[in-house]
């Protein structure tokens, strides 16, 4: 904290000095205006507006206002530059001390002859490209028309046609193959909290792409921005008002082809105004959406298959299937939204007041008919998951001009929380299965598992009887969860524009951050030995299972709850039609059981109460930077930031007792004694503070007029999960335990950046970009021996058991728990980029806007993993020894694909608006295991969209039809192992998907 004051102090001081040598300057004026679309009026971005002959100049903003400062007084000549218009040039006279207002119009480029066509695709790249063109970091940006001309419901999916970016688990943003978690998500520079029970990453499903007036993904953060963000920084634009009166409302319904459901919808609606002289704006909006959705899936479970006892080297192992599960997926989701953004503008800035609210409702479903084949059993599963999200943000923000400095600030509350209603099932724990019946025929022999596919398992034979006098097998649990995040944060920026000269000229800027972070995590399970006393079990639910017919005396019997429909409705399609899902429980019987019997069943203590805890993390941080111009060949930017993190965590210590009822001790709980608190205290809360400095230097050069390129060298980090850092210690016996590590260090990745771009009227934008990232201290979980834990690691020592009365530790228990890897983990790869309007070809050619960008990614760790021999040792009686080798494999980092490619091509014809879209993320790594061998990959990944929108009569009015996955192409998972001794390693299909194809038909009305 010394250091974060001294060197704040040292800024300060220096921006003060410069302040003032600069405030005495005269022979200097100014120049202010704003840049519009000549055609209609609308305000342009990222307009370049340079003083010819200088390094004097500026972009418009998102209001197209612009300023340049410290303009030689005497006569010169303003140049006016937008790729995809003419460009325009002024010559003027600027006054000693005065402020000359210049408002400026450019009409669009056009062929000689031809008339002006505005083509709202062409409009929106236009816009993104000239933001993107304009911006002194390397990012790339997704324009408000840009995204209104796509399907795209949500930000992820707005955001995943951008290079590089490709979506997990369906919302959440993987840039570059950098796992979403080391990602920092804002909206209007408001970091959002984490939706996530276990790590920091953020859910952008439930943000409507409607309310966004552009997106921004910066790849090479500059010191005023987090530095806790090793992938990229997404930041979301909100609209504001702009002048006069406006409305927008839209309307649409849905059909899903896969799950035959109709009732999909989505209605939007805005309204904005200016009021007292347009000093006064008011954007307000609300959205909602219902989509009935899900995943078909199959899956195949492979294990190791060894002819000796000692295992196989890595990599060489034989395989076979040991189990085979089909899985439909219903997934219902509601989502309601709103945001309320006020400005005020002032006589030197502006005010804004930020209000964003999102809400979801996620109704999950899963029948999982799982065929086991050692040993031979048939399980009828259902998994619910009944829960809520919030997340709001309030944020008032400021900006002041007073000449020869500038200020900045903000301060925002941003809240995020989930809450279950209603999950059980969890782990596949809720199952039927018949112990007389054989469920298909057949010898499922080493030799015949080892050669088993997929396709085998399909064309199996059920024995129908098997499910007729099936009943609950085990235990019945529920487990709720339950999280909430809070982020307080304030922020200063000071911006002193200087000029050395008319050659050399930029800004000073430092500034200071203060964010708060508030964590709890409250999980309850409960079980219950349903098959060992059903009346005891159902004795709440009893009334009701005698209403419906069910004997409440005996555990629940699978005829009793099954859908006889699903099969001729929903499960005919199952799979594309190649399978028929058709043994399903009611969903709604099952609910109703579950919700009147489980509030008499038992807590389960420990996996209550393991997971619980408090956190907060207070993070300070300070920057300097400078951004200057020289000549107006060379940008250079550059700085320092320095930040410090301290994290306080409060979490809990159990000792398990019985493992099916989950009797535990909690050593800190305040029935114990004050020294058993005092130890378990000492070794479940975490009080460290951790800072560090991240250098940052970017260049610019301007090749000539239409060609520059771009340079940067950035330091990054990212913090551990929560899971991996909160001081929870599970003791399940002296031989089996876990613990987090609060001494965990972040990531730290070193980034180099180089792009070079091309951009004219005809080209559009061309780039070329190449990355790559060395990054240290990456953390893996992993079972170690309790006498091979590092020092680091906090667990209970024999001593410390001792005083809390349990077993002493075995030197030879596993206990898992997360470590720093101690080799760094390197990444690179290259992007394309281009966008363009074709309109000097000819006719209809001179129609196609066209976007088209390629990734490739490579990425490589080595692994720290320990591997266990086998030794018998006779002395004199025989024995096993089990000795713990440490060694690494290499392997890419998970979540990194191997290719992302996004296209689209569209065209405008009058009132008339067609556009068909493509993805594809290729060959993605989504597990590293224990041995390579299980390793789990995705191959490519395909998608096809298509979007049709038709203007009618009446002015601002509009029709749509939207195509979703029109192409429904299944996505296919692989492991790569041997199937028989010395062959070849194959790439084995391990699961099978299909996501929902859909059409969706509105109506839109703007004024």
Same mark, same amino acid.
């Given at each position: 904290?010394?250091?974060?004051?001294?060197?704040?102090?040292?800024?300060?001081? !220096?921006?003060?000095?410069?302040?003032?040598?600069?405030?005495?300057?005269?022979?200097?004026?100014?120049?202010?205006?704003?840049?519009?679309?000549?055609?209609?009026?609308?305000?342009?971005?990222?307009?370049?507006?340079?003083?010819?002959?200088?390094?004097?100049?500026?972009?418009?903003?998102?209001?197209?206002?612009?300023?340049?400062?410290?303009?030689?007084?005497?006569?010169?000549?303003?140049?006016?530059?937008?790729?995809?218009?003419?460009?325009?040039?002024?010559?003027?006279?600027?006054?000693?001390?005065?402020?000359?207002?210049?408002?400026?119009?450019?009409?669009?480029?056009?062929?000689?002859?031809?008339?002006?066509?505005?083509?709202?695709?062409?409009?929106?790249?236009?816009?993104?490209?000239?933001?993107?063109?304009?911006?002194?970091?390397?990012?790339?940006?997704?324009?408000?028309?840009?995204?209104?001309?796509?399907?795209?419901?949500?930000?992820?999916?707005?955001?995943?046609?951008?290079?590089?970016?490709?979506?997990?688990?369906?919302?959440?943003?993987?840039?570059?193959?950098?796992?979403?978690?080391?990602?920092?998500?804002?909206?209007?520079?408001?970091?959002?909290?984490?939706?996530?029970?276990?790590?920091?990453?953020?859910?952008?499903?439930?943000?409507? #792409?409607?309310?966004?007036?552009?997106?921004?993904?910066?790849?090479?953060?500059? $010191?005023?921005?987090?530095?806790?963000?090793?992938?990229?920084?997404?930041?979301?634009?909100?609209?504001?008002?702009?002048?006069?009166?406006?409305?927008?409302?839209?309307?649409?319904?849905?059909?899903?082809?896969?799950?035959?459901?109709?009732?999909?919808?989505?209605?939007?609606?805005?309204?904005?105004?200016?009021?007292?002289?347009?000093?006064?704006?008011?954007?307000?909006?609300?959205?909602?959406?219902?989509?009935?959705?899900?995943?078909?899936?199959?899956?195949?479970?492979?294990?190791?298959?060894?002819? =000796?006892?000692? $295992?196989?080297?890595?990599?060489?192992?034989?395989?076979?299937?040991?189990?085979?599960?089909?899985?439909?997926?219903?997934?219902?989701?509601?989502?309601?939204?709103?945001?309320?953004?006020? /400005?005020?503008?002032?006589?030197?800035?502006?005010?804004?007041?930020?209000?964003?609210?999102?809400?979801?409702?996620?109704?999950?479903?899963?029948?999982?008919?799982?065929?086991?084949? #050692?040993?031979?059993?048939?399980?009828?599963?259902?998994?619910?998951?009944?829960?809520?999200?919030?997340?709001?943000?309030?944020?008032?923000?400021?900006?002041?001009?007073?000449?020869?400095?500038?200020?900045?600030?903000?301060?925002?509350?941003?809240?995020?929380?989930?809450?279950?209603?209603?999950?059980?099932?969890? /782990?596949?724990?809720?199952?039927?299965?018949?112990?007389?019946?054989?469920?298909?025929?057949?010898?499922?022999?080493?030799?015949?598992?080892?050669?088993?596919?997929?396709?085998?398992?399909?064309?199996?034979?059920?024995?129908?009887?098997?499910?007729?006098?099936?009943?609950?097998?085990?235990?019945?649990?529920?487990?709720?969860?339950?999280?909430?995040?809070?982020?307080?944060?304030?922020?200063?920026?000071?911006?002193?524009?200087?000029?050395?000269?008319?050659?050399?000229?930029?800004?000073?800027?430092?500034?200071?951050?203060?964010?708060?972070?508030?964590?709890?995590?409250?999980?309850?399970?409960?079980?219950?030995?349903?098959?060992?006393?059903?009346?005891?079990?159902?004795?709440?639910?009893?009334?009701?299972?005698?209403?419906?017919?069910?004997?409440?005396?005996?555990?629940?019997?699978?005829?009793?709850?099954?859908?006889?429909?699903?099969?001729?409705?929903?499960?005919?399609?199952?799979?594309?039609?190649?399978?028929?899902?058709?043994?399903?429980?009611?969903?709604?019987?099952?609910?109703?059981?579950?919700?009147?019997?489980? $509030?008499?069943?038992?807590?389960?203590?420990?996996?209550?109460?393991?997971?619980?805890?408090?956190?907060?993390?207070?993070?300070?941080?300070?920057?300097?930077?400078?951004?200057?111009?020289?000549?107006?060949?060379?940008?250079?930017?550059?700085?320092?930031?320095?930040?410090?993190?301290?994290?306080?965590?409060?979490?809990?210590?159990?000792?398990?007792?019985?493992?099916?009822?989950?009797?535990?001790?909690?050593?800190?709980?305040?029935?114990?004694?004050?020294?058993?608190?005092?130890?378990?205290?000492?070794?479940?809360?975490?009080?460290?503070?951790?800072?560090?400095?991240?250098?940052?230097?970017?260049?610019?050069?301007?090749?000539?007029?239409?060609?520059?390129?771009?340079?940067?060298?950035?330091?990054?980090?990212?913090?551990?999960?929560?899971?991996?850092?909160?001081?929870?210690?599970?003791?399940?016996?002296?031989?089996?335990?876990?613990?987090?590590?609060?001494?965990?260090?972040?990531?730290?990745?070193?980034?180099?950046?180089?792009?070079?771009?091309?951009?004219?009227?005809?080209?559009?934008?061309?780039?070329?970009?190449?990355?790559?990232?060395?990054?240290?201290?990456?953390?893996?979980?992993?079972?170690?021996?309790?006498?091979?834990?590092?020092?680091?690691?906090?667990?209970?020592?024999?001593?410390?058991?001792?005083?809390?009365?349990?077993?002493?530790?075995?030197?030879?228990?596993?206990?898992?728990?997360?470590?720093?890897?101690?080799?760094?983990?390197?990444?690179?790869?290259?992007?394309?980029?281009?966008?363009?309007?074709?309109?000097?070809?000819?006719? $209809?050619?001179?129609?196609?806007?066209?976007?088209?960008?390629?990734?490739?990614?490579?990425?490589?760790?080595?692994?720290?993993?320990?591997?266990?021999?086998?030794?018998?040792?006779?002395?004199?009686?025989?024995?096993?020894?089990?000795?713990?080798?440490?060694?690494?494999?290499?392997?890419?980092?998970?979540?990194?694909?191997?290719?992302?490619?996004?296209?689209? !091509?569209?065209?405008?014809?009058?009132?008339?608006?067609?556009?068909?879209?493509?993805?594809?993320?290729?060959?993605?790594?989504?597990?590293?295991?224990?041995?390579?061998?299980?390793?789990?990959?995705?191959?490519?990944?395909?998608?096809?969209?298509?979007?049709?929108?038709?203007?009618?009569?009446?002015?601002?009015?509009?029709?749509?039809?939207?195509?979703?996955?029109?192409?429904?192409?299944? =996505?296919?998972?692989?492991?790569?192992?041997?199937?028989?001794?010395?062959?070849?390693?194959?790439?084995?299909?391990?699961?099978?998907?299909?996501?929902?194809?859909?059409?969706?038909?509105?109506?839109?009305?703007?004024?």
């Amino acid at each position: 904290m010394v250091k974060l004051k001294l060197f704040t102090a040292g800024l300060v001081l !220096l921006l003060i000095q410069s302040t003032a040598l600069f405030a005495q300057d005269d022979g200097y004026g100014r120049i202010e205006g704003t840049v519009t679309d000549a055609v209609n009026q609308e305000a342009l971005i990222g307009v370049n507006v340079m003083i010819q002959g200088t390094s004097l100049g500026s972009a418009s903003d998102i209001d197209g206002n612009f300023v340049i400062r410290r303009v030689p007084a005497g006569q010169q000549t303003v140049i006016v530059s937008y790729i995809g218009y003419d460009q325009v040039q002024e010559v003027v006279q600027i006054e000693d001390g005065e402020t000359l207002e210049l408002d400026f119009e450019l009409s669009p480029t056009t062929v000689e002859g031809e008339e002006i066509v505005i083509s709202s695709q062409a409009e929106g790249q236009k816009r993104a490209i000239n933001e993107q063109i304009s911006a002194r970091q390397i990012k790339n940006v997704v324009s408000a028309e840009k995204i209104r001309e796509l399907p795209d419901e949500s930000a992820a999916t707005a955001l995943s046609r951008l290079p590089g970016v490709s979506l997990q688990e369906g919302d959440k943003v993987v840039v570059r193959g950098i796992q979403a978690k080391m990602n920092t998500i804002m909206v209007n520079g408001v970091q959002l909290p984490s939706t996530d029970l276990n790590d920091r990453s953020t859910n952008l499903g439930f943000i409507s #792409s409607n309310m966004l007036s552009g997106i921004e993904v910066t790849k090479a953060v500059t $010191p005023d921005m987090d530095a806790n963000s090793i992938g990229g920084v997404i930041n979301l634009r909100l609209q504001e008002a702009p002048e006069d009166f406006h409305f927008d409302v839209m309307a649409q319904g849905g059909y899903n082809t896969q799950d035959d459901t109709k009732d999909n919808y989505q209605v939007w609606g805005s309204v904005s105004n200016r009021f007292f002289d347009d000093k006064l704006g008011a954007f307000f909006q609300v959205n909602a959406r219902r989509e009935n959705a899900g995943q078909d899936y199959s899956q195949a479970n492979f294990t190791l298959i060894s002819d =000796t006892p000692e $295992p196989p080297p890595y990599g060489e192992a034989k395989y076979g299937m040991e189990s085979f599960s089909f899985g439909d997926q219903v997934r219902i989701t509601d989502q309601r939204g709103g945001s309320l953004i006020l /400005d005020y503008k002032l006589p030197n800035g502006k005010l804004a007041l930020q209000n964003t609210y999102a809400y979801t409702e996620n109704d999950f479903t899963e029948h999982r008919d799982v065929m086991q084949f #050692s040993p031979v059993r048939r399980q009828l599963q259902i998994r619910r998951d009944i829960h809520s999200k919030h997340l709001l943000v309030n944020a008032l923000q400021g900006e002041h001009d007073f000449d020869v400095f500038e200020i900045d600030y903000g301060i925002s509350r941003a809240y995020s929380e989930k809450d279950t209603d209603l999950r059980y099932g969890e /782990d596949y724990g809720f199952a039927f299965v018949n112990s007389t019946e054989v469920p298909y025929p057949g010898n499922f022999s080493r030799e015949r598992r080892l050669q088993m596919t997929p396709q085998d398992v399909y064309d199996l034979e059920l024995n129908p009887a098997y499910t007729e006098t099936a009943s609950f097998w085990q235990n019945g649990a529920t487990r709720d969860q339950a999280f909430n995040e809070t982020i307080t944060s304030g922020q200063l920026n000071v911006t002193i524009p200087v000029t050395f000269s008319e050659s050399i000229s930029g800004e000073f800027k430092t500034g200071g951050m203060y964010k708060v972070t508030e964590r709890e995590n409250d999980l309850q399970r409960t079980t219950s030995r349903i098959t060992e006393n059903p009346l005891q079990s159902n004795r709440l639910a009893e009334e009701w299972m005698r209403e419906q017919g069910i004997d409440p005396t005996v555990a629940p019997q699978f005829a009793d709850f099954k859908d006889y429909d699903y099969g001729d409705d929903r499960g005919a399609d199952f799979l594309g039609g190649n399978y028929v899902m058709d043994d399903v429980m009611d969903t709604d019987l099952m609910d109703k059981y579950i919700r009147l019997a489980s $509030p008499a069943w038992g807590v389960h203590k420990a996996d209550s109460e393991i997971d619980d805890y408090t956190g907060k993390e207070t993070l300070s941080a300070g920057y300097g930077m400078f951004d200057f111009s020289i000549g107006n060949k060379i940008e250079i930017l550059g700085g320092v930031r320095y930040e410090n993190l301290r994290s306080e965590y409060d979490a809990n210590m159990v000792l398990l007792q019985q493992a099916q009822d989950g009797t535990s001790r909690i050593p800190n709980e305040e029935y114990d004694t004050p020294e058993v608190q005092s130890v378990a205290d000492s070794l479940t809360t975490a009080d460290r503070s951790v800072g560090h400095f991240f250098p940052n230097l970017q260049l610019r050069y301007k090749i000539t007029d239409w060609m520059d390129l771009r340079l940067a060298y950035t330091e990054t980090i990212s913090r551990p999960d929560y899971s991996a850092i909160v001081p929870n210690i599970y003791y399940e016996s002296p031989s089996i335990g876990s613990t987090g590590n609060p001494n965990l260090k972040p990531s730290e990745s070193f980034n180099y950046d180089a792009y070079l771009s091309f951009y004219t009227n005809k080209v559009g934008l061309f780039t070329v970009g190449a990355f790559y990232k060395k990054i240290e201290n990456m953390f893996i979980q992993e079972t170690r021996f309790y006498e091979n834990l590092d020092e680091s690691i906090v667990y209970p020592s024999p001593s410390e058991i001792e005083r809390i009365n349990y077993q002493e530790p075995a030197s030879k228990g596993n206990i898992t728990t997360y470590f720093n890897n101690s080799n760094p983990a390197y990444l690179r790869g290259f992007e394309l980029d281009w966008q363009t309007h074709f309109w000097y070809l000819p006719k $209809p050619l001179n129609l196609l806007v066209l976007n088209v960008n390629y990734t490739r990614v490579f990425s490589e760790m080595d692994y720290d993993q320990t591997i266990y021999e086998n030794e018998t040792v006779c002395d004199p009686r025989c024995s096993v020894e089990v000795t713990a080798i440490d060694t690494v494999r290499s392997a890419r980092l998970i979540q990194q694909g191997d290719h992302i490619i996004n296209a689209a !091509l569209g065209a405008d014809y009058k009132g008339f608006s067609g556009r068909v879209s493509f993805r594809m993320q290729g060959d993605v790594i989504t597990n590293v295991a224990t041995r390579p061998e299980l390793d789990a990959f995705t191959g490519n990944i395909y998608g096809w969209d298509v979007t049709i929108r038709q203007q009618l009569p009446v002015d601002g009015l509009s029709l749509f039809l939207n195509g979703l996955n029109i192409g429904h192409l299944p =996505t296919k998972d692989y492991q790569k192992f041997r199937r028989e001794d010395d062959g070849d390693i194959l790439r084995n299909l391990r699961r099978t998907s299909y996501n929902p194809r859909r059409f969706q038909i509105g109506i839109r009305y703007s004024y």
